[in-house]
T-cell receptor, first 114, second 114 residues
Framework: AQSVAQPEDQVNVAEGNPLTVKCTYS??????LFWYVQYPNRGLQFLLK??????LVKGSYGFEAEFNKSQTSFHLKKPSALVSDSALYFC????????????FGAGTRLFVKA | DTGVSQNPRHKITKRGQNVTFRCDPI?????LYWYRQTLGQGPEFLTY????????KSRLLSDRFSAERPKGSFSTLEIQRTEQGDSAMYLC????????????FGPGTRLTVL
């Protein structure tokens, strides 16, 4: 079955420290992978995507993600966390089901402490 | 604001009533998606349109749910005979449709069924 897993419900990090939010996936074929962020009472905002090419993808607000095909992972990273990065982060993968749909992980809540 | 808009933002209804939500996508986007999101979960795919054609529906979408996109622009999602289990955030997203099909989300409609 095609799926996305975010193994951590919550990640806590101190401001200024690097952060990593983990994501693994299971799809057939080559995946299109995405990260979205959701602030309270808001819709999801697109952060970055992986299509093909360089394994390190750069996105909005200083975030980047590393695609690892052998480990089927797409971890979100940021070198120096800000308190304002505190939010809910979703990993997603586009799957081919005859049509096309996107499957989202359950989300990881990031807390950045000042 | 040229983003995806959804109305109403909040809807409180009594069990058994019908409700209708509207989504206005980004104007040049030909794909439109509906998702349902419950607390602590990622968005769950409900259905999507390519222009006015509804191409895929999730098995989550019972017969009480219907969606339309009559002119390939805005879309409506109707829930008939609402149940308490329908309480959720209903998200709409739109995309250009070309790979990787990056979706842009509206703020959502929060439905509470009493």
């Amino acid at each position: 079955a095609q799926s996305v897993a975010q193994p951590e419900d919550q990640v806590n990090v101190a401001e200024g420290n690097p952060l990593t939010v983990k994501c693994t996936y299971s799809v057939s074929g080559n995946p299109y992978l995405f990260w979205y962020v959701q602030y309270p009472n808001r819709g999801l905002q697109f952060l970055l995507k992986y299509i093909t090419g360089d394994n390190l993808v750069k996105g909005s607000y200083g975030f980047e993600a590393e695609f690892n095909k052998s480990q089927t992972s797409f971890h979100l990273k940021k070198p120096s966390a800000l308190v304002s990065d505190s939010a809910l982060y979703f990993c997603a993968v586009r799957v081919n089901t005859g049509g096309f749909k996107t499957i989202f992980g359950a989300g990881t809540r990031l807390f950045v402490k000042a | 604001d040229t983003g995806v808009s959804q109305n109403p933002r909040h809807k409180i209804t009594k069990r058994g009533q019908n409700v209708t939500f509207r989504c206005d996508p980004i104007s040049e986007h030909n794909r439109l998606y509906w998702y349902r999101q419950t607390l602590g979960q990622g968005p769950e795919f409900l259905t999507y349109f390519q222009n006015e054609a509804q191409l895929e529906k999730s098995r989550l979408l019972s017969d009480r749910f219907s969606a339309e996109r009559p002119k390939g622009s805005f879309s409506t999602l109707e829930i008939q005979r609402t149940e308490q289990g329908d309480s959720a955030m209903y998200l709409c997203a739109s995309s250009l449709g070309d790979p990787p099909d990056t979706q842009y989300f509206g703020p959502g409609t929060r439905l509470t069924v009493l």
